[in-house]
């Protein structure tokens, strides 16, 4: 078996479709890439991370650069370590959201960006070609490099439209033993937040204590928690720490959808401007820039595609609807911290509001996710959906499709060997209609 790669770096099943063989390789090849320096490295709570990291640093080092360790911090601090003017990229070992069998690698250029088109181009003309390693002479040195969970608080509190001080909330915040744990705390009280932390650890095993994905299915905990404890809101985590889902006051889980479009509501209202959210996005983030006269633009799915199209746009707000919020006034890239940070600020800028009132302040619609097992070619179903929908209305990633009143969007996953089928619409019917479609396709090519 093969790792999965992406444009965020490469992933499998530790032991099986990503070993400590294909870490350094993939490590090696990005030190080259990177030149000769500093690359910094940090990690999530994974059961196999220690042993990645330390392939990954050897990898490094037998080409000539310098690891340096991070520990345990999000990826979006690794992001922002990466930046340094002395450091020539990062690698944050993860695997977001998957289950703790898996890890990955996500590959940082020293802009503090997942890895551009270009330079996965190049990495992968590198991983082709023979290694050159370096003598004893000019081998790596690894050393650690402590305070970047600090460093990185510091940055979202330098963020002009962040309200740091003021009314003193509770959250309650659940981590799922991942690696936001220590950051999201230490968050809330530079805030002046109290809080209180669910699912701190991860079991012996190695597994996570919930569903490692913060969606609407995976959050109950989370909400009897902020029930119990009379909080004004719940904040869940994925493993690596850059997307955040919502829990308001009730205890209503209101899911990864919203993140992206209150963050965008709040950053519009004291600096309007262009947003860019990606194609599976819900129409939410659209009703958001609406209220302040902006406009928002579409990417393809996948960070770097947002980032660029935010670059494009000269955006500084966005984001993916999983929720993961990118603000470039902090850095380009997903940060959960900056979510939070955008939900406690708007509560103190809006005396008596709720996060509850917040969000039935926008309109309702229905959001439908399903994927099926993909064992041929995408290319293969096509010409059926063009048959069954008709030309896509942009064709960047797969189909996306302009609904009345929603939309619909089709495309091989980067992650998974799934296809995806997303749909959104104030209409049931309408993407109950579009999914049978979508299942007689499938059905026809045989792919489950």
């Known amino acids: 078996m093969k790792p999965i790669i992406s444009g965020s770096g490469i992933r499998g099943i530790f032991g099986r479709s990503l070993t400590v063989r294909n870490a350094a390789e993939f490590a090696s090849a990005f030190g080259v890439l990177a030149g000769r320096g500093n690359i910094v490295i940090g990690r999530d709570t994974r059961k196999s991370g220690p042993a990645v990291e330390a392939a990954v640093?050897?990898?490094?080092?037998?080409?000539?650069?310098?690891?340096?360790?991070?520990?345990?911090?999000?990826?979006?601090?690794?992001?922002?370590?990466?930046?340094?003017?002395?450091?020539?990229?990062?690698?944050?070992?993860?695997?977001?959201?998957?289950?703790?069998?898996?890890?990955?690698?996500?590959?940082?250029?020293?802009?503090?960006?997942?890895?551009?088109?270009?330079?996965?181009?190049?990495?992968?003309?590198?991983?082709?070609e023979e290694v050159n390693w370096v003598d004893y002479r000019s081998v790596g040195i690894p050393s650690d490099r402590p305070g970047s969970?600090?460093?990185?608080?510091?940055?979202?509190?330098?963020?002009?439209?962040?309200?740091?001080?003021?009314?003193?909330?509770?959250?309650?915040?659940?981590?799922?033993?991942?690696?936001?744990?220590?950051?999201?705390?230490?968050?809330?009280?530079?805030?002046?937040?109290?809080?209180?932390?669910?699912?701190?650890?991860?079991?012996?095993?190695?597994?996570?204590?919930?569903?490692?994905?913060?969606?609407?299915?995976?959050?109950?905990?989370?909400?009897?928690?902020?029930?119990?404890?009379?909080?004004?809101?719940?904040?869940?985590?994925?493993p690596d720490g850059d997307r955040l889902a919502i829990v308001d006051d009730n205890g209503r889980i209101i899911g990864e959808d919203y993140t992206v479009a209150l963050a965008i509501d709040y950053v519009l209202a004291s600096r309007p401007g262009n947003a860019v959210v990606n194609l599976s996005t819900s129409r939410l983030a659209e009703d958001a820039a609406e209220r302040h006269g902006c406009r928002v633009f579409r990417s393809p799915v996948g960070e770097v595609n947002v980032v660029e199209e935010m670059e494009l746009r000269d955006a500084l707000i966005g984001g993916e609807g999983n929720g993961g919020v990118i603000d470039r006034v902090c850095h380009a890239g997903r940060d959960s911290g900056v979510a939070m940070a955008?939900?406690?600020?708007?509560?103190?800028?809006?005396?008596?509001?709720?996060?509850?009132?917040?969000?039935?302040?926008?309109?309702?619609?229905?959001?439908?996710?399903?994927?099926?097992?993909?064992?041929?070619?995408?290319?293969?179903?096509?010409?059926?959906?063009?048959?069954?929908?008709?030309?896509?209305?942009?064709?960047?990633?797969?189909?996306?499709?302009?609904?009345?009143?929603?939309?619909?969007?089709?495309?091989?996953?980067?992650?998974?060997?799934?296809?995806?089928?997303i749909a959104e619409n104030a209409s049931r019917e309408t993407i109950e209609k579009d999914f049978r479609s979508f299942r007689k396709v499938m059905e026809n090519i045989c792919v489950e």
């Open 342 to 421: 955008c939900a406690i600020s708007f509560l103190r800028s809006n005396p008596g509001a709720t996060v509850g009132y917040w969000v039935d302040s926008f309109p309702s619609y229905t959001m439908f996710k399903y994927k099926i097992p993909l064992t041929g070619e995408f290319d293969l179903a096509v010409e059926g959906f063009k048959r069954e929908y008709g030309q896509a209305d942009d064709i960047r990633d797969g189909l996306w499709y302009i609904r009345e009143k929603g939309w619909m969007h089709i495309r091989p996953s980067g992650t998974e060997p799934v296809v995806r089928f």
């Open 149 to 238: 969970i600090g460093r990185h608080i510091e940055t979202i509190l330098d963020i002009p439209w962040i309200v740091s001080q003021g009314k003193r909330f509770k959250a309650v915040l659940d981590v799922t033993g991942g690696a936001a744990a220590e950051f999201a705390v230490e968050l809330m009280e530079e805030l002046g937040i109290d809080s209180v932390v669910i699912n701190p650890f991860m079991t012996q095993e190695g597994d996570f204590p919930r569903v490692a994905e913060p969606n609407m299915n995976s959050l109950k905990q989370l909400s009897e928690a902020v029930i119990r404890e009379r909080a004004d809101i719940g904040f869940a985590f994925d």
């Open 57 to 128: 640093s050897a990898g490094l080092m037998a080409v000539g650069c310098n690891p340096l360790h991070l520990g345990i911090v999000p990826t979006p601090t690794v992001q922002l370590e990466a930046m340094d003017d002395s450091v020539r990229g990062g690698i944050s070992i993860t695997s977001s959201h998957n289950p703790g069998e898996w890890n990955a690698l996500k590959l940082i250029g020293s802009d503090g960006v997942f890895l551009r088109s270009d330079d996965r181009t190049q990495l992968m003309k590198i991983l082709d």
